[in-house]
């Protein structure tokens, strides 16, 4: 298990630009695929992005792609997610999830993440 603590949320207008983090506790962050989601008010939550162990691997969801840079230093058991041009329609919740994968070079999308952050909100405004 891993505890995951997001910040770096907060308002900002339509254009603007914000870095969430997410830190994560315990020795052994590295062996961690890590991954973005959202959820705004009335909505799924849904996939942002996600990141392999090692960083060398990463993905983006259509609607964040080319606006937005995930990365990881293992060293500061922190995974950050760079969010440009930021339109309303990216106010949501924002988590931070992990899924152990000690052997594993790939990213991971979806239901294989068991472990959650709280989640931070970022609020877009027109």
């Known amino acids: 298990q891993v505890q995951l603590v997001e910040s770096g949320g907060g308002l900002v207008q339509a254009g603007g630009s914000l870095i969430l983090s997410c830190a994560a506790s315990?020795?052994?962050?590295?062996?961690?695929?890590m991954g973005w989601f959202r959820q705004a008010p009335g909505k799924k939550r849904e996939f942002v992005a996600a990141i392999s162990r090692s960083g060398g691997s990463t993905y983006y969801a259509d609607s964040v792609k080319g606006r937005s840079t995930i990365s990881r230093d293992n060293a500061k058991n922190t995974v950050y997610l760079q969010m440009n041009s930021l339109k309303p329609e990216d106010t949501a919740v924002y988590y931070c999830?992990?899924?152990?994968?000690?052997?594993?070079?790939?990213?991971?999308?979806?239901?294989?993440?068991?472990?959650w952050g709280q989640g931070t909100q970022v609020t877009v405004s027109s």
């Open positions: 315990g020795r052994t962050f590295s062996s961690y695929a």
């Open positions: 999830a992990a899924v152990f994968a000690p052997y594993s070079g790939r990213y991971y999308m979806g239901d294989e993440y068991d472990n």
